[in-house]
């Protein structure tokens, strides 16, 4: 494995892993009171601030680069960090959360669609095998045996998270090489919070806060520390690494690692919130594995065969991922 690739995968495990912590620091203070709304406002407006004066001085003698690329971050940020977060949120409260984890993370089979349509070409065997194993894992993880029900409306706001989500890994995969991850992100972030402040004031998505004590690992302890944690790792942490990640791996892998986040998810339920995840979860996060080593398989596969047509005279170069 190249050293660019190995530190790709490095990345989006450790993005996903602090995306699968949100749940559990977001689920104590939704349990004191806090709208979904307010959730998400302070974890994207707390993020745009933590990152406001490392972007400012990452584009010291840069402004030419934002200044091509402010369509790029305008998208990117209300699209794959606040609407993203608007419609997954609409979805929990219509539906379970596995349901709509379920929903939203149909985003690798969709990369793999649209990529099957713009390069006219079918995936392989392999990939789509990995595909379905890993879908497969994904339903044994969210474990959604028990008394479901199924909003139409809910529906609609998990698949339009999907989209969203998918556009992350897209975006970040294909952003231009002289706009810097951090840049990236932090110019994101703070389009994504003018986005949700935008929601906010037209009463789209209330917020509501309560500033009282929550209950992580069994311990009573300041709001203060969920917040922190959904702004430094959850948000800061995870979106930062997912860009690298990206970057290294290409969308279609990077998303397919990404389904790791439910792993993670579980974890760290178990460890902040008590909740324990049976032997079919660990079944299916051992799936989810599976499928992400037979669609990167795929990739070093074809890239040796990518390669050698490149070096054939009058060779035409392969079609971006």
């Known amino acids: 494995m190249k050293s660019g690739t190995a530190t790709g995968l490095w990345f989006a495990i450790l993005s996903a892993a602090a995306f699968g912590v949100s749940g559990p620091f977001a ?78 993370y149909l985003a690798p089979v969709l990369i793999v669609g649209w990529l099957w349509i713009r390069s006219r070409k079918a995936p392989s065997r392999l990939t789509t095998s990995g595909s379905i194993v890993a ?9 959604l045996i028990g008394d479901q029900r199924l909003d139409p409306i809910g529906v609609l706001y998990g698949l339009g998270a999907a989209v969203c989500l998918a556009v992350f890994f897209i975006m970040s995969a294909k952003a231009d ?22 929601f906010g004031l037209i009463g789209v998505m209330p917020f509501t806060f309560e500033f009282r004590d929550v209950t992580l690992a069994g311990w009573e302890t300041t709001w203060v520390i969920p917040v922190l944690g959904l702004v430094l790792i959850s948000t800061v942490l995870s979106y930062v690494t997912g860009i690298f990640a990206a970057r290294g791996l290409g969308s279609k892998v990077a998303s397919f690692v990404g389904l790791t986040e439910v792993m993670f998810a579980v ?55």
């Open 27 to 104: 689920k104590s203070l939704l349990e004191v009171g806090w709208s979904p709304g307010a959730a998400v406002g302070i974890r994207i407006g707390g993020a745009a601030v933590v990152l406001l004066i490392p972007l400012l001085i990452s584009l010291r003698g840069r402004w030419g680069v934002l200044r091509r690329n402010a369509l790029t971050l305008v998208i990117y940020g209300a699209t794959a960090i606040a609407l993203c977060q608007f419609l997954y949120f609409n979805a929990v409260q219509r539906m379970s959360v596995g349901v709509s984890l379920l929903l939203e």
């Open 135 to 143: 879908m497969l894992g994904l339903l044994l993880v969210l474990d």
């Open 177 to 198: 090489d002289d706009l810097p991850p951090l840049i990236m992100a932090g110019g994101g972030m703070v389009v994504g919070a003018l986005t949700i402040l935008l």
């Open 267 to 321: 974890l760290a339920s178990w460890l902040i919130l008590g909740e324990l995840p049976s032997a079919i979860q660990l079944l299916g996060g051992a799936l989810i594995v599976g499928g992400v080593v037979l669609v990167r398989v795929d990739e070093l596969r074809r890239e040796p065969e990518a390669t050698e047509a490149l070096d054939q005279p009058n060779a035409v170069e392969p079609l971006p991922r």
